[in-house]
Every structure is written in structure tokens, then in C-alpha cells.
């Protein structure tokens, strides 16, 4: 009788314990700005697994259609992480208390910075930055960085504008940096400006071969686009988060913008102020 108590006494402590285990498990939802036709949030699969295993966390990844909604995903409380480009994260910590914490490292670079490409198919007239004025030009998105903002940086450079009327044929958003590759491949465009990290991706999954475009012009470095958390998220928690994905490249391969990454490395809130005063510059032009 007493080891028949015994029994079921230990049963129902393994009950509670296991129990407890389970409501303790905290749930966190990541969303992704739409940068690609494939969907970003594939490469993350594996470093989201990894951090999960690290933390004991569930994340769950939610999908947006626009880099708007993204930010308004975290500010509404429906996204706990995001992966945002540099612009989509100011507007993201100004109104969604968003916090940069780390960026991808990609294998056999110095650092997570990367580059807007101007890019032409390889047959095409156009030789050099400044004989793009008059031609027909695709960017990815309003809110994009290395798609719209940076693109819009360059321009300026050659006094150039996409809004006046008399220096380009057309221009237009395609929706995403692959989407305005394929202008360019489609004859629908005479040069797209996009993220070198969609570029090199699509090259490498075969969507084109380096002998059809031609990279006219190359930006200077970008900061790159960050995985950022909800301040909302408990500190404790946050602290959990950084230090599982800086140290997720020690359990396994680990993906990000673009594809494979070596490494996350740290960053901050303040390593975005360079573009911000690019935003305000290019408001007040």
C-alpha cells in the first residue's frame, strides 16, 4: 500500500512538474518585410530552430505584404522579433518600440554591410550611371532601403530625381527586389536599383546568369538590415534572445537575408543614424 502511494504521489508531482514545464513555455511571433518573391522567412528557418532549442522559446513566423504592415505588426502587438531593412526599422523603433539587436554575417565577408546595385541587362545601351536619365526605372518599394532610399541617395549624386518627370521615362515599384530584377530580364525595365543581398541570392539559385546584366553602379556600404524585438518583451527575455542567435552559429548552419550566414554579430539602435539623417536629408530636398 505505501509503495502504491508512493507511486502515485511521485506520478502526480512528474504531472505538475511536466505541466508547469509546458505553461511556461513562452510564445513569441516574428514577422519578415516582403524583400523577396520567395518568401525571407525560409532562410530563417534554421537559426529560428536553434535559438528555440537555445531559449526554450517557441517563435512562430507570421507573413506581411508590405513593409508597412510589418512595422504595424509589431506596434499592434500581433510580432514580438522582426527582420526589417534599415529603413523599415527606423520607422519601426520611432512608433513600434522596435530595438535592433544583431545582423547577418555572410560566409567570407569582413562585415553584415551590403550595397544598392544599379543593374542593366548585358546587351543594353546604357554604360554608365549617368546615361540611365530618360530610361524606363524599376526600384523594389516605397520603404525599401537598398531599393528605394539608397537608390534615391545615388540618384541625387548625378542630380537626378524620381520625381521629376523630365529625368525619367518612367519609373515604378515592382514590389521586391527580385520583382525588379525581372523587369530589367523581361525588357519591362532599362535598369532596376536593388539589394546586392537579392541579387547574389537570385545568382545563386540560377533565377539568372551573371553573363545577362551588367552592375552599372554599386553604392557605398549600407548598414545592414537588422533582426530587431519589441521593447514589450521582458528584458530577461530579450537578453535571451541576442545572446541564443549571436551564439546559434556554434550549434549548426544557420541562415538570413540572402541565404547561409557564418555569424550574427551585435548592433544597436544608434548604428542606424546614418540613415536617418539620409531620410531627413531626402525630405528636405
Not at 549600407?222 to 552559429?249: F, G, N, Q, T
Request: a positive charge; glycine letters at 6%; aromatic letters at 10%.
Amino acid at each position: 500500500m505505501i509503495i502504491i502511494l508512493k507511486r502515485l504521489v511521485l506520478t502526480v508531482m512528474v504531472f505538475f512538474v511536466f505541466a508547469n514545464a509546458q505553461a511556461e513555455t513562452k510564445k513569441f511571433n516574428m514577422v519578415f518585410v516582403p524583400a523577396s518573391e520567395k518568401g525571407d522567412e525560409s532562410d530563417y528557418k534554421s537559426l529560428i530552430s536553434i535559438v528555440e532549442k537555445l531559449t526554450g522559446f517557441e517563435i512562430n513566423t507570421i507573413k506581411v505584404t508590405d513593409y508597412n504592415a510589418a512595422v504595424e505588426a509589431m506596434r499592434a502587438g500581433r510580432a514580438d522579433i522582426a527582420w526589417y531593412g534599415g529603413k523599415t526599422y527606423i520607422k519601426a523603433a520611432e512608433i513600434a518600440d522596435a530595438e535592433a539587436f544583431a545582423a547577418g554575417v555572410r560566409p567570407g565577408e569582413k562585415n553584415a554591410n551590403y550595397f544598392a546595385y544599379f543593374v542593366v541587362k548585358n546587351d543594353s545601351k546604357i554604360k554608365k550611371f549617368s546615361d540611365i536619365k530618360g530610361k524606363v526605372l524599376s526600384l523594389n518599394t516605397i520603404g525599401s532601403t537598398t531599393g528605394d532610399l539608397i537608390p534615391q541617395v545615388e540618384l541625387a549624386k548625378i542630380n537626378l530625381s524620381t520625381t521629376n518627370k523630365d529625368h525619367f521615362k518612367n519609373v515604378f515599384y515592382a514590389g521586391s527586389h527580385d520583382a525588379c530584377l525581372l523587369a530589367v530580364l523581361n525588357n519591362q525595365s532599362d535598369v532596376c536599383g536593388m539589394s546586392s543581398r537579392n541579387f547574389e541570392a537570385r545568382l545563386a539559385d540560377n533565377t539568372f546568369k551573371i553573363e545577362q546584366v551588367r552592375i552599372i553602379h554599386k553604392s557605398d556600404p549600407v548598414p545592414p538590415p537588422p533582426l530587431a524585438y519589441s521593447k514589450k518583451i521582458p528584458l530577461e527575455d530579450r537578453k535571451k534572445i541576442k545572446k541564443a542567435v549571436l551564439e546559434a552559429h556554434k550549434h549548426g548552419e544557420i541562415g538570413g537575408y540572402g541565404g547561409k550566414m557564418s555569424h550574427y554579430i551585435s548592433v544597436k539602435d544608434s548604428d542606424y543614424d546614418v540613415l536617418r539623417k539620409v531620410v531627413e536629408l531626402l525630405k528636405n530636398k
